[in-house]
C-alpha cells in the first residue's frame, strides 16, 4: 500500500521552506512553486510584480508512514508566523502569505483541528494562514529549485536548526 501524501504550504519565501522540509525524516520530495492564482503560467516576476494571486509554495511529499501529516503541521507552525498578513521575515506581500493546501478532501477536518489547537498559542491575534483545497500549481523556475542547496548563504527566513529536531 502507498503512503505517500502530498501538501502543499507556503510560508514566505518558498528557498527556505524547501530547504527546511527537505531535512525532515519521511519527506520524500519537495518542489517550490506558484499556487492558488488566477492566471496561466506565472513566471517568478508575474508573481513578485503583477496582480496574480499566487503564493510562493512548496509541494511536500511525504510517507505518512514515517511521518504523518499532523508532524508535518508540527514542523510548519515551527517556522512561520501565522498571525501575519503577507509577510514572513524580512519579505512582504501577498505572494508571502502562510497557507496550508491541501489534496484529499479528508484532511481538511484534521488540518483544521490543528489549527484551532494552534489558534490557541495565539490569545488575542487570529491566525490568517489560509486552509483551501489545491486548485492551482504551477513549478517554479529551475533556478529556484533546492535554491539553498546551490546557495548556502542565500538569505533565508527559516531557522534550519528546527529541523535537527526530526532527524
Known sequence: MNSNHTIYLAGGCFWGVQEYFSRIPGVIETEVGYAQGFTDDPTYEDVCYKDTGYAE???VVFDDAVIPLEKILYAYFKIIDPTLIDR????????????????????????EAYMAEEQKKYPGKQIWTELEK?????TAEDYHQDYLKKN??????????KADEFE
Open 57 to 59: 509554495t512548496v509541494k
Open 88 to 111: 514572513q521575515g524580512m519579505d512582504m506581500g501577498h505572494q508571502y502569505r502562510t497557507g496550508i493546501y491541501y489534496t484529499a478532501e479528508d484532511d481538511r477536518g484534521p488540518i
Open 134 to 138: 489545491i486548485e492551482t500549481f504551477y
Open 152 to 161: 548556502p548563504r542565500g538569505y533565508c527566513h527559516v531557522d534550519m536548526h
